[in-house]
């Protein structure tokens, strides 16, 4: 069973910075993509930024220029560094990981609060 693990949240004022991480229980080739994704209180889960095998990336309008996808194939870790927090960026953050034939998988979720 794939397991990813999330860290880095935390409580951070606007303005500042929050690098998360997830970390695969195995080699994230494995994964046609992996993704974040958060979710604030009352609202849907929504698709933050997503990094594919090849490397390529998309993201969040919201977030393009503030946050940035990266992965370490050697270390089987996906990053997202997030610059510019706003409040609104105050939400659970999840990392997923699909494959082609057994499905998505998710992480616990870490919590970023953006907050004077």
């Known amino acids: 069973q794939v397991q990813l693990v999330e860290s880095g949240g935390g409580l951070v004022q606007p303005g500042g910075s929050l690098r998360l991480s997830c970390a695969a229980s195995?080699?994230?080739?494995?994964?046609?993509?992996m993704a974040w994704y958060r979710q604030a209180p009352g609202s849907q889960r929504e698709l933050v930024a997503l990094?594919?095998?090849?490397?390529?990336?998309n993201y969040l309008d919201s977030v393009k220029g503030r946050f940035t996808i990266s992965r370490d194939n050697a270390k089987n870790t996906v990053a997202l560094q997030m610059n510019s927090l706003k409040p609104e960026d105050t939400a659970v953050y999840y990392c997923?990981?699909?494959?082609?034939?057994?499905?998505?998988?998710w992480g616990q979720g870490t919590q970023v609060t953006v907050s004077s």
């Open positions: 997923n990981a699909k494959k082609a034939i057994s499905g998505a998988y």
């Open positions: 195995e080699t994230i080739n494995n994964f046609l993509f």
């Open positions: 990094i594919t095998r090849e490397s390529n990336t």
